[in-house]
């Protein structure tokens, strides 16, 4: 069992950066892959971001490549998604996901955070 928690959401401006951390709790949450994913309002869940175990391999939705970077510490059990430049449609509840396979399907992930809110004013 992983339990997860994100925090860090919040309003920020256009251009402006933001950076998000997902606390995971479990004896094996190390071993996890995590992925980031995000939903707008009257909008499906999309996937944003995913980084393996060990951090050695990092995948991005296009809509976010070279503006969000994803990251982890093993040794805290953290999970980070910086943010920057970030635009209006960017706005949304964000979410931090484990799975033990790296993936960017959403619907494979096993465990799931409560979400954290970004809103991005123009």
């Known amino acids: 069992q992983v339990h997860l ?71 805290k059990n953290t999970v980070y998604l910086q943010m920057n430049s970030l635009k209006p449609e960017d706005t949304a509840v964000y979410y931090c996901a484990a799975d033990k396979e790296f993936t960017a399907i959403m619907r494979l992930y096993d465990y799931w955070g409560q979400g954290t809110q970004v809103t991005v004013s123009s």
């Open 5 to 75: 928690v994100e925090s860090g959401g919040g309003l920020v401006q256009a251009g402006g950066s933001l950076t998000l951390s997902c606390a995971a709790s479990g004896r094996t949450a190390s071993s996890y892959a995590m992925g980031w994913f995000r939903q707008a309002p009257g909008k499906e869940r999309e996937f944003v971001a995913v980084i393996s175990w060990n951090g050695g391999r990092t995948y991005y939705a296009d809509s976010v490549k070279g503006r969000f970077t994803i990251s982890r510490d093993n040794a």
